[in-house]
């Protein structure tokens, strides 16, 4: 996410400097539309940088979960194939069985 506002960021930068060469026969239009696109820019490339800051906080605390697999539910066996899933799926994702579980 923190390159999606960098890109942008820049791109906005980008946008403000040629809207300000690029629209001079209306000066107070180009001006004005050359600061909102580089404020925006630089908004957002700040917004990026704190983005990748907050990342390595988080890994350098041990707070950073890689695997977004990992769920905090509860868990349930299926007595058919032996795998374990949410216990809030109706049946099996594995193997398609429904039935009652064997463990929590």
Same mark, same amino acid.
């Given at each position: 996410?923190?390159?999606?506002?960098?890109?942008?960021? +820049?791109?906005?930068?980008? @946008?403000? &400097? /040629? !809207?300000?060469?690029?629209?001079?026969?209306?000066?107070? +239009?180009? /001006? *004005?539309?050359? !600061?909102? @696109? &580089?404020? =925006?820019?630089? @908004?957002?490339?700040?917004?990026?940088?704190? #983005?990748?800051?907050?990342? $390595?906080?988080?890994?350098?605390?041990?707070? $950073?979960?890689?695997?977004? =697999?990992?769920?905090? #539910?509860?868990?349930?066996? *299926?007595?058919? *194939?032996?795998?374990? $899933?949410?216990?809030? $799926?109706?049946?099996?994702?594995?193997?398609?069985?429904?039935?009652?579980?064997?463990?929590?």
């Amino acid at each position: 996410m923190k390159k999606v506002f960098i890109v942008v960021g +820049i791109g906005s930068v980008v @946008l403000g &400097i /040629v !809207a300000f060469f690029a629209l001079l026969l209306e000066p107070l +239009i180009a /001006v *004005c539309a050359a !600061a909102g @696109l &580089i404020l =925006s820019g630089c @908004l957002m490339v700040a917004v990026g940088d704190l #983005l990748g800051r907050v990342d $390595y906080l988080e890994r350098q605390l041990g707070l $950073y979960a890689p695997d977004a =697999s990992h769920s905090d #539910l509860p868990q349930k066996t *299926c007595p058919a *194939c032996g795998r374990k $899933y949410d216990f809030d $799926y109706p049946k099996c994702p594995h193997c398609g069985h429904e039935g009652a579980d064997t463990g929590a």
